[in-house]
């Protein structure tokens, strides 16, 4: 076996560090004690529930924590990073680029397209459930607050999606100790119940499982869908490596995390042996009765830095989506001045509130809610499986017979939590699935609409060397002050160009053609950053290249011109953007229903002003019509 060439250096692994881990990596998968075991045993607790049908299940969720989190993510996939970042976009962008058809890349962008809808079909879920089956702990301290659940978890969830404009960076000081009093508190409550009853302990052999799935066959397929919860949030591991690196978010898993889940989940089957009435709330019966209050205060925290690290997530998954041209240039505010990944998108910020609360109102109970949760991180894991069968045989040269023989028996499993999820479709499994294939049509169209329309401006625009030829003779008149012309075709004259010398017969002194590429890696370093050539004299091309983590700033980077010796003062500068009307061809390529909504879509598009951050009255917009 190879590690990827591309690795990004390790890091030193510190306590700061690691409690970063604890506070952003885990905070999903950290909260499923709260739901996961007794969604999944209510499916047998109709006539009571035995022994062997708690330690079969038991078994299961522990089984499915080694291998889909430990084996799977730990071990495998982590080591699939695009130069040390991770998620499902990176390893699509890694899996492109050695794809060797073109038919083959269409796959690999629609699994990533997929897997990134689902993300955020289960970024509106996990606030919701989180902090609803946090709330629910007040009826079981009291049942007085049992009304107060459903308007607690609502102002919750409304004040903290109000902040997020404030950025993560005064709130992530506590939220690294928090979680690690988070995890010891799960392992002290497991490891109180676990001393009286030993047995449970037997839950580790797998025959348990094995036995459970033999007796209950189908019924044993359908709980599937529910022990899946315990491994809700696994693709946080991945999706967050680039902020700390491969060696803390495996450290913290291995020796801190995955110690304190299993703990607590043995602890609720030993207590549920004892008592097998427990299971109406067995995480919040494992404490004593006057420690109950206090810890609903604390797995309210948890769920709230639980919510918040995927409402962050869904914030870069946003933006990668915008730079990997999968949806509309969205507002992108940096809340850090020090850190670029800390950014805020009010466009998804206040979408997720919508969903989140809707689902709150609808649901009302975590119990409703896990019906619809599981679809949603399952399909992710459905995703990653496959993108990582094909990094790791095609990018790291693995054998055949290896990458079988590891990611096939995974595959297989995370089919059978998606297929016993799909079950539950009638339930409120149709909600991420709803969710997921609205973004899915959106995205696919935008990405359909900007091909048709590179394609078109191709035809129809004169290429640049053909204008450089003729500029000599065409005795235009050329004025002073600096042009920038923004252009996605490198090669072709701007329509916004010839559109000015037809009305304004004048050519600046010195003209920029501008062209922002985005590139299939997380970021690009200042030595790739800028790209200058001269074309005639006083015009030159400059090509900018970012990364899909990365927010373009083109007055910044132009700049930096005058280090590769081309004149640039920005008070001289005018910016000449072409606004496109979108038309239907004569003969459309696209269904009259994706026109309109392609349409609808770029017009609500953030202007290229605020996405490019150029000054607004430094700008010339001139319009073009594009029949696509």
Known sequence: ????????????????????????VYGDIGTSPLYALRAALLHFSADGIERWEILGILSLIIWSLILTVTVKYVLFVLRADNKGE??????????????????????????????????????????????????????????????????GSVLILVALFLVQFRGTGSMGAIFGPVMAVWFGTLGLLGLAELVKEPEVLTAFSPHHAIAFCVHYRLAAFIAFGSVVLAVTGAEALYADMGHFGRRPIQIAWTFYVLPALALNYLGQGALLLSDPAALENPFFLLAPEFLRLPLVVLATVA????SQSMISGAFSIGRQCVQLGFLPRLSVRHTSETEEGQIYLPQINFALLAGVLVLVLSFHTSDNLAAAYGIAVTGTFVCTSSLALLVFRRQFGWPAPLVGLVFIPLLLLDLSFFLSNVLKIPEGGWV?????????????TWK???????????????????????????????????????????????????????????????????????E??????????REA?????????????????????????????????????????????????????????????????????????VPATEFFRIPSDRVVELGVRVAI
């Open 303 to 306: 769920t709230v830095i639980a």
């Open 533 to 605: 050539s001269e074309l005639a004299p006083g015009i030159h091309r400059v090509i900018l290249r970012y990364g899909f983590q990365e927010s373009p700033n083109i007055p910044r980077e132009l700049e930096g011109l005058r280090e590769d010796g081309v004149a640039f003062e920005a008070m001289q500068a005018s910016y000449f953007l072409g606004r496109e009307t979108l038309v239907a061809a004569v003969v459309p390529k696209m269904s009259h229903w994706r026109q309109w909504l392609f349409t609808l879509m770029a017009r609500n598009a």
């Open 448 to 518: 359909r609409g900007r091909d048709l329309l590179f394609s078109r401006f191709r035809q129809d625009s004169l290429p640049l060397k053909s204008f450089l030829a003729r500029l000599p003779q065409s005795r235009t008149i050329r004025v002073p002050g600096i042009a920038v012309f923004m252009t996605g075709q490198a090669d072709y004259v701007p329509g916004a160009l010839l559109h000015n010398l037809k009305h304004n017969k004048v050519l600046h002194e010195r003209v920029l053609f501008v062209t922002v590429l985005n």
């Open 520 to 529: 299939d890696v997380p970021q690009v370093g200042p030595d790739r950053r």
């Open 432 to 444: 991420p699935l709803v969710l997921g294939a609205a973004l899915f049509v959106l995205m696919h």
């Open 1 to 24: 076996m190879t590690a990827p060439s591309h690795a990004a250096p390790s890091r030193a692994v510190s306590l700061p560090l690691l409690l970063g881990v604890l506070g952003v």
């Open 86 to 151: 991770g998620g499902i976009l990176a390893l699509m962008a890694l899996a492109q680029r050695i794809a060797r058809s073109e038919r083959s890349r269409t796959v690999v962008m629609m699994l990533g397209i997929v897997g990134a809808c689902l993300f955020f079909g289960d970024g509106v879920i996990t606030p919701a459930i989180s902090v609803l089956s946090a709330m629910e702990g007040l009826k079981v301290a009291s049942p007085v607050f049992e009304p107060l659940i459903i308007p």
